[in-house]
């Protein structure tokens, strides 16, 4: 029971913590965590946390900023997507916990997710539903996903792999071993 408690305030920590950065005044756009986060939410907790923690991402921003609306579907379902893929990804890919293998793993579903999150998103709400033209939601869709790829690949690098360490985490029992207190060196 202790254990589900844990999980659930880490859950709700990193929601709330890619709220905060998403809430920040004058951030660049798609400068933010939430598929950094994302990823090992999925790898350690499973395809529905991470569909979740992904949903939840986008409709908690938009609750909070007075901006629901039909972008907050597509949004939503394409980061919903992702959490999915994540799941799936990270349990078929063998990575050491921390490694550089784990890290590029972590870029790698990145670069990949990004494109096609920015492909679903910028290409289909503009032209579906603004009336603009494809070719002009395509070229003005260049610079938001060479910032958001960048953005997301240090993310991907910098934080996934430590958010995924505190996840896993478990507390270390401590023990005081008798030889240890008064022979502190041993061979």
């Given at each position: 029971m202790e254990a589900s408690i844990k999980n659930y305030f880490k859950f709700f920590l990193g929601l709330i913590l890619c709220l905060l950065v998403r809430l920040?005044?004058?951030?660049a756009p798609n400068v933010e965590p939430i598929l950094a986060t994302m990823m090992p939410f999925s790898k350690v907790y499973g395809a529905f946390v991470g569909f979740s923690f992904a949903v939840l991402s986008?409709?908690?921003?938009?609750?909070?900023?007075?901006?629901?609306?039909?972008q907050t579907f597509f949004?939503?379902?394409?980061?919903?997507?992702l959490g999915l893929w994540a799941a799936r990804y990270f349990s078929a890919q063998k990575c050491v916990p921390?490694?550089?293998?784990?890290?590029?793993?972590?870029?790698?579903?990145?670069?990949?997710?990004?494109l096609f999150f920015d492909a679903f998103t910028g290409l289909s709400v503009g032209p579906i539903f603004f009336h603009q033209s494809f070719f002009g939601s395509l070229v003005?869709?260049?610079?938001?996903?060479?910032?958001?790829?960048?953005?997301?690949?240090?993310f991907a690098f910098?934080?996934?792999?430590?958010?995924?360490?505190?996840?896993?985490?478990?507390?270390?029992e401590k023990k005081l071993s008798f030889i240890s207190i008064f022979h502190p060196k041993t061979t």
């Open positions: 920040i005044p004058f951030r986008i409709l908690l921003y938009d609750i909070v900023t007075g901006t629901l609306g039909i949004t939503a379902i394409a980061y919903g997507i921390g490694g550089k293998k784990d890290k590029w793993g972590y870029v790698r579903f990145a670069i990949f997710g990004t003005g869709q260049i610079p938001f996903t060479a910032l958001h790829l960048l953005s997301n690949v240090v910098a934080l996934s792999p430590t958010i995924y360490n505190f996840l896993i985490r478990k507390k270390k």
